[in-house]
């Protein structure tokens, strides 16, 4: 089947946000763990449009929509400058997507989900117990896209947390042994399943398959 | 086990940068098609950092790294403001997987890899013949990220191809059905399994599953 032209101004304005949203394929499931002093309270969401910016300095970035469920998020974010990224598993899929729901000014999805807030010494934004990939972040860049009015929030790695057992000695994570599902489109939660962990590629060298039985935990 | 605060300094560069690129968590796997009128060429790189921007209108934005083996894909799409984003299928991986070789300047990863460009009408942007969802983009914004010299591309959508029997009359699209695979970190390929699609979520309401047997094709 082809849509092309994609007939967009004949679609339902709902239909066509779930359809765009599938378009770019498989999405991280993170919630965003902020606090906000001014306000003595929390905030908890989930997001699908984390990506990975840089590894030197450790960046990640992410889009919020001012106007959405993530209006909390972006506030306290710019007025505390720190957040935290927690993956999301199995056992916490429907508390993470109820973080979603439009909440009254300055609850706290975690109080609503039943998600526990967990503090590691003298950080201030809150991580999620229940998540088994935990990372801290400080805010260092955030641009305004006017082309949809979305933000775009860059930070930067300060504290990780990951299972010992899910941690090789050449760095690379096993996610799935961390339990770390994805999401695709609006709703839709998957499992994963390795097919093959490949090689560097060189252009006059056939890929391959890494046997990863001869790496050592970290 | 904590890394905390992470000792990026004590890290192996390259340790480092796979430990890192495996924090964002399941990562979109597309393959990136553009041409150059310039050297009379086309260029294929697969790309994990793209994500979903907005449904209207209907953004994608991805992230290059000007001096990596994507540099080509960035010269190609500011000359030309065209480009394709195709999903990547296990059946595709390896070749997928390869196209992120170095390859001399101005050779195309089509022939190199074998996938097969594929054009529609006058477009003029190859898509991958392979891949089962395939969406034609016009560059609308590039922003510099300053902050570690990459550059971010924003794509309006404007042709969308996906297999009849993966869209339903709501507008989810099943990418499941349609063979789409995700990544983590640099090399792990994954195929997915839908845990559960969930209903909107409410503040007074409790998320349930969506039953999709009631649903139609698009």
Redesign the interface.
């Known amino acids: ?6 007939p ?1 101004e004949q ?20 919630l965003i763990g902020t606090y906000s002093n001014k306000h003595q309270t929390t905030n908890l969401s989930i997001i ?14 992410f ?1 919020v ?1 001012p106007h959405s469920t993530d209006r909390h998020t972006l506030e306290y974010i710019l007025e505390t400058k720190e957040f935290t ?1 927690n ?1 999301v598993n ?1 056992s916490i ?2 508390q993470s ?8 000014r300055h609850q706290s999805e975690f109080e ?1 989900t039943g998600l526990t807030p967990h503090y ?1 010494n003298d950080l201030k934004a809150p991580f999620v117990l229940e998540s088994n ?1 935990r ?2 972040l400080e805010l ?2 955030h ?1 305004h ?1 006017s ?2 009015k ?1 933000e ?1 929030i ?1 930070g930067e ?8 057992d899910s ?1 090789l ?5 096993n ?2 042994r961390a339990g ?3 999401l ?20 006059d060298k056939a ?1 391959e398959e ?1 046997d990863e039985s001869s790496l050592n935990r ?1």
């Open positions: 089947m082809k849509i092309s032209p994609v967009f679609m339902d304005q709902r239909v066509r946000a779930t359809f765009i949203n599938c378009l770019s394929g498989f999405k991280s499931a993170n699908s449009s984390a990506f990975h910016l840089g590894a030197n300095p450790a960046l990640m970035g889009i929509r990224l993956h199995e899929m429907i997507h109820q973080t979603s729901a439009r909440y009254e609503m590691h990939i990372i801290y260092r860049e641009h896209l082309i949809n979305t775009m860059i790695i300060t504290h990780i947390f990951v299972p010992e941690l000695n050449d760095g690379s994570l996610l799935e770390t599902i994805c695709s489109g609006l709703d839709r939660y998957h499992g994963t399943k390795q097919i093959a962990r490949l090689s560097y590629a060189k252009p890929v890494i970290f």
